[in-house]
């Protein structure tokens, strides 16, 4: 029994199946596969104490291939099993691996019921713009015009932007990440796993097959000064060297670019001091991060927003405790309200 396992000798081997990895080779699920994998030993929580909740998709293999509990189950209801595993047994460490078409087109009510609720649950979003499982349909983020199987024409939808949804419906942390990007995940992963309550993580993933390159401008190495990487205090600064920054414009309350030592308005040159620092418990600058055009901005990386506050499981918890003490007997329960009695 891996319960048996000291926590601060854990290592990624703990976390890993006999099972084959069964995705399209050069498939990023691979990438967040590894880094989660190599990650979850920091946590010191042994793999018995952990459940891995899936619902259908090339993302919701994810189960299959982390030595936990886990479950494979329905299109778009991971987060309806996660939060009943969860309320189920607070003590457990529940994570959620869905995708852009599971857990935005027919899991989108169950996910944002999720969120608002706050249950203590790490769900990661693997977002490809694309359903790769079915074999490349247009998803609800793939871009207006997006020609697909299923659009031949083009897209006509109006994309949903995750981290701006999961914002919307009452999320207490919202972030970003690359597949590829193991350092800027692994970080994003730790801070999961620190905060009490729905943390949703969307993470820009290839899909070599279906919709190759979706997200190539910032995804490989040389996209790197087209990425923002937000940190809480920190002025919202990128590009080579940190010279370019985020400005809030008094006058219209949007955000512009500005480019550190060049002249702007004033007959002065930018400044640090004129560029926004990142509060990662403001939900109007998170707002803002994650509705930037790209590429006329940069995309915005980490903890876009974290405001910790109490969780679903904890009214749940005192409530089933409050039940026990009572402790009444069958017949009680079964007498108890309106009853009557039939002649």
Request: charged share 20%; proline share 6%.
């Amino acid at each position: 029994m891996s319960n048996l396992i000291d926590p601060a000798k854990l290592t990624k081997k703990d976390f890993e199946t006999d099972q084959d990895v069964r995705w399209c080779p050069g498939c990023g699920d691979y990438s967040i596969l590894a880094n989660v994998q190599r990650v979850m030993p920091e946590f010191g929580i042994v793999p018995d104490n952990v459940v891995w909740i899936s619902g259908i998709g090339c993302s919701s293999r994810f189960p299959y291939y982390m030595d936990t509990y886990g479950f494979h189950t329905i299109h778009g209801r991971a987060p309806a099993f996660a939060m009943g595993v969860k309320a189920a047994n607070p003590k457990l460490s529940v994570w959620m691996a869905t995708g852009d078409g599971d857990g935005l087109s027919i899991g989108g009510n169950h996910l944002m019921h999720a969120l608002r609720r706050n249950i203590d649950v790490k769900m990661l979003m693997f977002n490809n713009r694309i359903y790769g499982l079915t074999k490349g349909q247009y998803s609800p983020t793939s871009e207006v015009g997006k020609i697909t199987k299923s659009t031949p024409f083009g897209s006509a939808d109006q994309p949903i932007d995750p981290a701006s949804f999961a914002l919307g419906v009452g999320a207490s942390f919202v972030s970003r990440s690359i597949d590829t990007d193991a350092k800027g995940l692994s970080e994003v992963l730790r801070r999961q796993a620190a905060h009490r309550g729905a943390s949703f993580n969307e993470i820009y993933q290839n899909c070599n097959v279906f919709n190759d390159g979706a997200f190539e401008s910032f995804r490989e190495k040389d996209g790197q000064k087209t990425r923002l990487y937000v940190e809480h205090g920190k002025p919202l600064l990128f590009g080579e060297e940190g010279k370019q920054g985020l400005r809030l414009n008094p006058r219209t309350l949007k955000l512009e670019v500005l480019t550190l030592g060049e002249p702007i308005e004033g007959g002065r040159v930018a400044e640090e001091s004129d560029i926004l620092v990142h509060d990662e418990t403001s939900q109007a600058i998170a707002f803002l991060l994650a509705r930037m055009p790209y590429p006329e901005f940069p995309v915005a990386l980490g903890v876009l927003y974290c405001e910790p506050r109490p969780t679903y499981d904890d009214p749940l918890i005192a409530q089933a405790e409050q039940a026990r003490k009572k402790k009444p007997s069958l017949t009680a329960l079964l007498e108890s309200g309106s009853t009557w009695t039939v002649g």
